[in-house]
């Protein structure tokens, strides 16, 4: 069966830096284009950031655009998120979440959450 | 941007209910429109895809419909483990956006 764990969340400071990790297993991961999506606490979802099946390509949310950067390592079957210049708007849980196709941009599977807090 | 618009933004229902909750987008997005629920505590679940589409091991009491700006979620004879929030999700164009959530209450 499918699953994606995040890891990699905590208390850091403004301005500080931190990065997500997913680990995926159930499916080939290297077939499937694989998304950050957040959620501040006690609000609704937004999407933060998508990567290609291959890495190749990659979109931001343009809240992060320039702060943020997604990458995966297909060997490893892991997605990671690299967070810098963090804000106190960007707390909340971050979850990932499997494409259903290659670019399809439709979420069918997500992990747990990793709760990310900016606070000093 | 597009932004999609969701209503109610709550609904008070009782068991055996039906719910019917919409959402509007600010331009035409075809059938790139999905729906998820997400129950306290939980991750978000895929319900429906492609405004339309079932997913496999979703009650079939929940169905999708719509195209363009408007589309709608039915959820026929609502169940006690229904009770959750609600988002719709545009896959149209980026940036990828949802719905503002509606939260059903048993």
């Known amino acids: 069966q499918v699953q994606l764990v995040e890891s990699g969340g905590g208390v850091v400071q403004p301005g500080g830096s931190l990065r997500l990790s997913c680990a995926a297993s159930g499916f080939t991961f290297n077939d499937y284009g694989i998304h950050w999506v957040r959620q501040a606490p006690g609000k609704g979802l937004e999407w933060v950031a998508f990567i290609f099946y291959d890495g190749s390509n990659e979109y931001y949310a343009d809240s992060v655009k320039g702060r943020f950067i997604i990458s995966r390592d297909n060997s490893k079957n892991t997605l990671y998120l690299q967070m810098n210049s963090l804000r106190p708007d960007d707390t909340g849980v971050y979850y990932c979440a499997k494409d259903w196709g290659e670019r399809a941009i439709i979420f069918d599977y997500w992990g747990q959450g990793s709760l990310v807090t900016v606070s000093s | 941007e597009i932004v999609l618009t969701q209503s109610p933004d709550f609904q008070s229902v009782t068991p055996k209910e039906k719910v019917i909750i919409t959402c509007r987008a600010s331009?035409?997005?075809?059938?790139?429109l999905h729906w998820y629920q997400q129950k306290p505590d939980q991750s978000p679940k895929l319900l429906i895809k492609y405004a339309s589409q079932s997913i496999s091991g979703v009650p079939s009491r929940f169905s999708g419909s719509g195209s363009g700006t408007d589309f709608t979620l039915t959820i026929n004879s609502l169940e006690v483990e229904d009770a959750a929030t609600y988002y719709c999700?545009?896959?149209?164009?980026?940036?990828?956006?949802f719905g503002q959530g509606t939260k059903v209450e048993i």
């Open positions: 331009q035409s997005i075809d059938n790139g």
């Open positions: 999700h545009q896959s149209y164009n980026p940036p990828w956006t």
